[in-house]
């Protein structure tokens, strides 16, 4: 049950799995990926762990799985997957509980972690490169195994098709991804436990798990290799964590790493490894078709709609974050979920499933030193240190364009870690694991460093917003979206939480929600250099125009 201001007072009403009405399908279209979450669009834990459930069903973990044990040996990599689970399920729980209690997606919490607003930009692209790699790699198996079946048809075409047919299954965001994860669950529990039993029971192979035999090397190895995989895996709870309300999140910390965590790196993976192990093949799209006909196309196209949904859904959010702070553009979610699938069909064209574990490995390093970065703000620098502010600043008006700790901890983080997994220094193995940990380690000990050096040099807030107008935990939910919080903006009419509103010295309103006024394009930031407190009269005035603009928006004097 969840709550919703009605004007007077607050009504229950249940979270719907299918959008209602045409406030309902707005809604649900942007998903609030440039806004708090507010409480009448919130879930309950067992809503987060079916949308988080798809993640298990991946046939890129069955792949890698594969291919770690193949190239590392079954005992290696199977303790790696163990350590994977324990440095996973940590990282998960933290990100996890930021996101529940703030309402904010990842990349709106990384411009309040010390990036700044523009700074914060290049973790976007980061993250939105690495959900549209993962789009592609699964939009390619899911091709390849429609080809394998159905040869006659060009491989392009079934690429087109696998690429663009995730585009229509996120049209509405986490509202139809908890759809489809409840209802093609039970066909994904299925055909798994099908195919292993049909892989391991008509094999002419007899694979060996003992050989080769557990060595340092091979584990450190294999590790390395996933890392990579445990930081995005971490990092992409956060964007469906947002949607617990403040009282579950306790639940969200353990429901979220037992599904997004513990489900892959204990099933999945070691399922891989078996699969692989019995077919000599680390390419579920090939021997998929080869072991269950044409069932195992269907199965595999079941799961990758579950997956790749995920994959769209997340690289929409980054990209509809990085194009309105770097281009004041907000074209709207949707758009960008047309244009992963572009890049999906272009990188499933190119055969990036053919280059894994090293394309994984490159873009998995730049996520480590921004895991670092959220963690070294999270669990040090706000609470420790006690670097302002103290709460998680996401609005324009209010933020720094550029936060050099943090900014610079990530890039040479990411440039070191880089330098010697890809060259290979001193070399492949050593190369992967000190590469990873580096990256992790500059990621998370630089902004402590430079903060301390610092000693308050580098400011985060452009301008301290009214107490009144941030969010310091000290409210619930219903508290939040009660109707005395409520404003409307004065561009778009949109009545929204204070905590996601600006004041503004420029418009006529003095009132801007957090979206118009990143999207504003000929302000000159006038807010950041100019000292502006909207007064009663301001206020009165700004009722007063929005009542002449959009007559249909209840305001409501405050």
Known sequence: MTSTPDGAGTRPVKAALIPRGAQARREAAEDYALRKVPAHWKRPAFSFAMSLSGLTSSVFFLALGGQLTLTFGFPAAMTAFAVGTVLGWLGSAVIARVTAMTGLDLDLITRGSGFGFLGSAVTSLIYAVNWMMYAAIEAAYLGTALHTEWPAVPAPVWFLITAFVSVPICWYGFTQNDFVQRWLGPVFLVGLGWLV?????????????????????????????LLPNVVIQILGTGDFSRFIRKTEVKRAMVVGPFVVIAAVYLVSFPLGAVLALYTGSDNPGSYITGVLGLFGVLWVA???????????????????NFASRILHWVPGRRFWVMFVGVVAFAGALLHVEEHLIAVVSFMGIFCLAWLGVLLA??????????????????RRGYLANWGLPALGSLLLGALVGAILSMAAIPDAVVGSILGDALALAIGFGGPIVVELAGKGR???????????????????DDQMEAAENMLACGKCGE?????????????DTHVLCSVCCAAHRTCGERCKTEAFTPSDADIRRHLEVIAVRHPATPVEPT
């Open 302 to 320: 079941a799961t990758q709609l579950r997956i790749n949904n995920m994959n769209f859904y997340s690289g929409s959010l980054a990209l509809a």
């Open 377 to 394: 703000d999270i669990l040090v620098i706000k609470p420790k240190l006690r670097v302002p502010p103290a709460h998680i600043e996401h």
């Open 495 to 507: 009545r929204v939480m204070r905590q996601d509103m600006v004041t503004c010295p420029v418009t």
């Open 197 to 225: 039993i049909a892989a391991v029971g008509h094999s002419d192979l007899s694979p060996s798990f003992s050989q080769p035999g557990f060595t340092a090397a091979g584990f450190f190895g294999a590790l390395g290799a």
């Open 458 to 476: 580098f400011k985060r807030l452009a301008r301290d917003p009214d107490p009144d107008w941030l969010d310091d935990f000290s409210r619930d």
